[in-house]
């Protein structure tokens, strides 16, 4: 198999980490071959925050190549943009229907959305994700719920994500994330 | 004995290495991004770690566990070593007695640093082995080889990681039991050997010189020096992490691997080279491989095609492969354009204590304001941009010493924070005090070093192993220097703060003001009870200049974001309205 890549984008603070994190484990429990990369420092600070996790047989880079990124979840809308050149006609992009301030500008939020629409991929979900958390009792797991959505699009049993979630997530709000993953998977 | 799988960072990897290689000790200073490795690495059973206050102190305290016969490394970012550049030159010349590794961390593309220098030079300036991991599997099996490398050399080694290779993650597979040492060591007492006197230093000169020639025919038989043979008539010589990209781009090529990289394996690398029509050299940054193989004769190319800036990835690996006529540009995929956004910067944290410090500095327009490196470097940004230079730790309060000697027309403020004052700033508190300079500096004491990831620092009163101390008063220190006017000031307290910090400006001579609020975000997310915006606010848009992440601005009006908003009530302070900006009432957090 060739090497894919799973490109996980936001604003530092979205738990972009720990949800890339889940899923390089999904895949190294499927018995691939996994790497991840991802930029810590100042981007702690609130600024853009980005990890990929690329699987196969074998993997040698832990970044990506311009339109060869296979999966993005993109957790607000100005961070998807900003990486479009990594996608392709083929890629599957779920994306959390929100825009995120940046300080000392004002953003002309018709015109993200303008952009959005040009992203014409073979799958593209936007969605409001937020919401989706708010009814399961809690914000903080928009991105398990993405996860559950993108986990029915990426090539590797489903048995695996739920163990990685096992693994990863604190015992504290394992049961929630378990249950955001499922209502991911039910969206259509 | 079961073999453990997971996925692991390079910095992990380098504390599973370390431990496996029977490291006891280890000490450094946080810089990202070598900044997790003793976090890491002092979870382990029986070993010491230790931050230190800088990385000169860091790596004299490895060596001093090596002389004692404990395997030992430091840790540090690749300026670090700048700093710890004194003892490593001559640390070369005594050798070391136990294992001893200098792990040291470069960051191209300078992700979270002030310079892109490239530490492999560092290697040949003190004369002493290079080993450089290209992932995370790697950087277990070099780390335990780097301390046997030391042990048969008698040298410290410089193990070099980059910000890819330590903020990257892969499997790694390992057996969890350490490696015993060669040979029994104990603390070794010689003075020929440890006292770099000139009559010693002389004679250990001339022995580091014979053990560069050992290394030399050493560099050729390694086994982490690798040929990887491939089906084309062209050859690849790489190191780190751009062996990784080359090898995806074009993995029919032959490979020279270098994973020890000081002194070259040039007999090796002449013998590889003797069949194949061309050979480039694919490096991060400096041509460093490139001159030692020109040097020694060998026709290779290689800056011609790559940049001698930046971080690599795939994309640049393929053009300058594709520059070189070995590939022909893969002219693909790539389908959407990229799209003008707005950048999106990084910012003080919601109810930050540097930001009124920032703010009250920016009211101020006769002042020069040198910096430092931390968080609040992000002072020097629009709106706040009340920062005029930040060159490396501590140079905010000795090159505030020299301009305020020389400038007559403007005040000068240095703006430093208590790990960064610790580490190279008490000396120019010293000299300030001796050479009677004219200006102010304000220590921003958070307790803690916030922008690597909250370490403790000797303002915090807990070290590393969490053992507890009664922390540094910064105040105490500087008035039993002999300063006078020493004064802290709590930031929340918005007007006293002016107040004192507007009066200093204006007072001539030496001030010292320690601002004591500590960071918002250790030990734990400090917060109170958000505020809002009532219908009095006329959109003047002065809380703005204050970079709240928290404060946004919508129809002609400022808006709050009560999830994040921390209740530091800075806003309000600012604000020229009264009841504009008020406490959520009922709304506790």
């Known amino acids: ?188 | 004995m079961k073999l453990i799988k997971k996925i692991v960072s390079g910095n992990e990897a380098i504390a599973i290495g370390a431990y496996k290689g029977n490291a006891k000790f280890a000490s450094g200073y946080p810089g990202t991004p070598s900044s997790e490795i003793l976090d890491y690495f002092k979870e382990y059973d029986g070993v010491q770690a230790q931050w230190a206050s800088n990385e000169k102190a860091g790596y004299e305290a490895a060596l001093g566990a090596s002389f004692a016969g404990v395997r030992s490394f430091a840790t540090m970012k690749h300026v670090g070593l700048n700093v710890a550049a004194d003892p490593l030159m001559t640390s070369a010349y005594t050798g070391i007695n136990a294992g001893c590794v200098i792990v040291c961390a470069d960051d191209p593309g300078m992700h979270s640093s002030q310079n892109e220098q490239d530490n492999r030079y560092y290697a040949k300036f003190a004369k002493i082995p290079l080993i450089e991991p290209s992932d995370s599997f790697e950087a277990i099996g070099f780390m335990q080889y780097a301390f046997i490398v030391s042990e048969r050399f008698d040298l410290p080694v410089l193990f070099r990681s980059t910000t890819r290779i330590s903020h990257s993650l892969g499997i790694v597979q390992y057996d969890p039991r350490t490696l015993d040492n060669e040979k029994e060591l104990k603390l070794d007492k010689n003075f020929r050997k440890y006292v770099m006197i000139p009559s010693n230093a002389i004679i250990k000169h001339k022995d580091l010189l014979e053990k560069l020639d050992k290394l030399k025919q050493f560099s050729n038989e390694t086994p982490i020096n690798i040929i990887e043979p491939g089906k084309s008539n062209v050859g690849i010589i790489t190191n780190g992490i751009s062996y990784n990209y080359a090898k995806e781009i074009m993995p029919d090529a032959h490979f020279f691997k270098v994973g020890f990289s000081y002194p070259m394996p040039i007999e090796k690398i002449k013998n590889f080279a003797k069949e194949l029509n061309r050979v480039i050299v694919i490096e991060e940054l400096e041509p460093y491989m490139e001159e030692e193989l020109k040097v020694a004769g060998l026709k290779v190319e290689g800056k011609k095609y790559f940049p001698q800036d930046g971080e690599f990835n795939l994309d640049i690996v393929e053009e300058g492969l594709h520059k070189a006529g070995f590939i022909k540009k893969d002219k693909s995929s790539v389908v959407f354009e990229d799209i003008e956004l707005p950048k999106r910067p990084p910012a003080l944290c919601p109810g930050c204590p540097h930001r009124p410090i920032f703010d009250i500095l920016h009211s101020h327009r006769n002042v020069y304001i040198t910096g430092d490196i931390g968080c609040y470097t992000l002072g020097s940004l629009p709106p706040l941009s009340a920062m005029h230079t930040t060159i490396c730790m501590g140079a905010s309060l000795s090159v505030g010493i020299g301009a305020s000697k020389v400038e007559k027309n403007e005040k000068v403020v240095s703006v430093i924070g208590d790990s960064t004052f610790f580490h190279t700033g008490i000396q120019s508190l010293v000299d300030a005090y001796v050479n009677k300079a004219d200006m102010t500096m304000i220590i921003l004491d958070n307790r803690v070093t916030a922008m690597t990831g909250g370490q403790p620092d000797p303002s915090s009163g807990t070290n590393l192993f969490n053992e507890t101390f009664t922390p540094v008063n910064i105040a105490k220190l500087a008035k039993a220097i002999g300063i006078e006017r020493v004064f802290e000031v709590d930031q929340y307290d918005y007007e006293a703060t002016k107040k004192i910090l507007d009066r200093e400006i204006e007072t001539p001579g030496l001030s010292v003001i320690v601002a004591l609020r500590p960071c918002v975000l250790m030990p734990k997310k400090i917060k109170d009870t958000p505020l809002v915006v009532t219908d009095k606010c006329i959109g003047c848009k002065r809380c703005l200049r204050i970079a709240c992440p928290s404060i946004d601005f919508k129809n002609n009006a400022a808006i709050i974001d009560e999830s994040t908003c921390t209740g530091c009530e800075v806003c309000l302070k600012v604000c020229p309205v009264e009841g504009a900006i008020v406490i959520k009432e009922g709304k506790q957090i």
């Open chain 1, 1 to 188: 198999m060739n090497i894919e890549s799973v490109l996980f984008v936001g604003v530092g603070g979205d738990g972009i980490i720990t949800a890339s994190n889940v899923v390089a484990e999904a895949f190294m429990l499927a018995g691939l071959d996994v790497k991840k990369s991802e930029i810590h420092g100042m981007s702690q600070r609130g600024g853009s925050v980005s990890a990929s996790v690329r699987f196969g047989e074998k993997v040698y880079s832990p970044t990506d190549k311009l339109g060869t990124v296979k999966f993005m979840l993109a957790t607000e809308k100005i961070e998807a943009l900003r990486w479009i050149k990594y996608l392709n006609r083929d890629s599957v992009v779920v994306v959390n229907d929100r825009i995120v301030p940046i300080i000392n500008q004002t953003i002309d939020e018709s015109s993200i959305d303008e952009s959005m629409k040009t992203v014409d991929t073979k799958v593209f979900i936007q969605r409001n994700f937020l919401d989706d958390a708010k009814k399961l009792g809690n914000i903080k797991i928009a991105n398990t719920v993405m996860l559950g959505v993108l986990s029915k699009l990426i090539p590797v049993e489903e048995k695996f994500f739920i163990k990685a979630i096992e693994n990863i997530v604190p015992e504290k709000i394992r049961g929630i994330n378990l249950k955001a993953f499922e209502y991911g998977k039910g969206i259509e």
